[in-house]
Nanobody
């Protein structure tokens, strides 16, 4: 059973930056895909970015080159560097992993506000 734990969320002013981290445990070897989704109340969870163990990345259109996803395959860690944050980025950000099954973290709150 894969367990995912996020860290790095918090309150940031518009235009600021945050770096989210996620560590996975319980997996033998590198997870096939790791990434990030986000959700705001009343809306469906949406893709932010994912990265396969081979290095291919997928970004949501709204990221617009503001966010960068990276991984440490050997440590089964994934990061999301977020820059030029706007209030519309306020959400709970969930770590995601795919390894035959879908796995989710508990989420970390990101609030962008002045």
């Amino acid at each position: 059973q894969v367990q995912l734990v996020e860290s790095g969320g918090g309150l940031v002013q518009p235009g600021g930056s945050l770096r989210l981290s996620c560590v996975a445990s319980g997996s033998r070897g590198s997870l096939y895909v790791m990434g990030w989704y986000r959700q705001v109340p009343g809306k469906e969870r949406e893709l932010v970015a994912t990265m396969a163990s081979g290095g291919s990345r997928r970004y949501a259109e709204f990221v617009k080159e503001r966010f960068t996803i990276s991984r440490e395959n050997g440590a089964n860690m994934v990061y999301l560097q977020m820059t030029r944050l706007t209030p519309e980025d306020t959400a709970v950000y969930y770590c995601y992993a795919l390894n035959g099954l879908d796995f989710w973290g508990q989420g970390t709150q990101v609030t962008v506000s002045s």
